[in-house]
């Protein structure tokens, strides 16, 4: 997979951002934002809607968020979806016109914050007429997707949707799709496919039980933690009369 990311000639001064509900407008830095990321790389802080932009040296320059009808309106964004289709996930987007806009580019994310680049897609040009815009995931994780859509102009200025969302089943019933540390903290991210209960088994690699608790799982994403009190290689066993799964986590 591609990280988005896109060379700056230099610190940012500023960027034009659509002002409809849909987009966003640039601010200056909020204080929220972390003071450094790697270079040329966005973070969205959701508890405030924020968007934390960072320059060639990893920098913050500029957040976005709010709206201002005001700037102009290179594009007039209408719907934009997500939804599950087989084995793939659909991502469509409408306009209702179109200035001096160059091509959009499809940003995914499994975490809502850490977008990566799934697509480049040209735009029809210049008009004032409806355009409508379809581009199929074919390689959806399991779990939630995150969407994002950026749109250029022909004069190198940007402008963002709001992020949309869509849930994939992939035909498992259950799945873990993702196991984080973080000190000693473990984070476990597990995907249902219904509303089911299971097992949780956390060993050590000598067979000696941890933690051993029943968890409801709630169709679609959930979130576990636990403390993991040493170094060393666990395993976590997820199980119930129907389905096992077992993942090593090394700290």
């Not at 719907?79 to 087989?86: G, L, P, W």
């Not at 994939?168 to 995907?191: C, H, P, R, W």
Request: aromatic share 10%; with cysteine; proline share 4%.
């Amino acid at each position: 997979m591609r990280q988005y990311n896109k060379p700056y000639a230099g610190i940012f001064l500023t960027l034009l951002f659509v002002s409809l509900n849909n987009w966003a407008i640039a601010q200056p830095c909020n204080p929220i934002c972390p003071a450094t990321n790697p270079p040329n790389t966005f973070l969205h802080i959701a508890s405030s809607d924020l968007w934390c932009v960072y320059d060639y040296a990893g920098e913050c320059c500029l957040s976005s968020g709010g709206a201002s009808s005001a700037l102009p309106l290179p594009v007039e964004l209408g719907t934009f979806k997500a939804i599950q289709k087989d084995k793939t996930i659909e991502v469509y987007w409408e306009t209702f016109s179109e200035v001096n806009n160059d091509r959009f580019q499809l940003l995914s994310s499994q975490n809502g914050q850490d977008f990566e680049m799934i697509a480049n897609i040209k735009s029809a040009g210049n008009r004032n007429t409806h355009q409508s815009y379809l581009f199929t995931d074919q390689t959806p994780r399991p779990g939630t997707n995150y969407y994002m859509l950026v749109q250029k102009d022909f004069d190198g200025t940007e402008s963002y949707s709001k992020i949309i969302s869509a849930d994939f089943n992939n035909g498992k019933a259950i799945e873990m799709t993702s196991v984080v540390l973080a000190g000693d903290l473990a984070q476990l991210e597990i995907y249902a496919q219904d509303d089911t209960n299971v097992q949780m088994l956390l060993s050590d690699m000598t067979g000696k039980v941890l933690v051993h608790k029943s968890i409801a799982l709630q169709s679609g994403s959930n979130h576990l933690e636990f403390i993991l009190p040493a170094s060393g290689m666990y395993i976590i066993n997820l199980y119930n009369e129907a389905i096992r799964l077992t993942e090593k986590m090394l700290k």
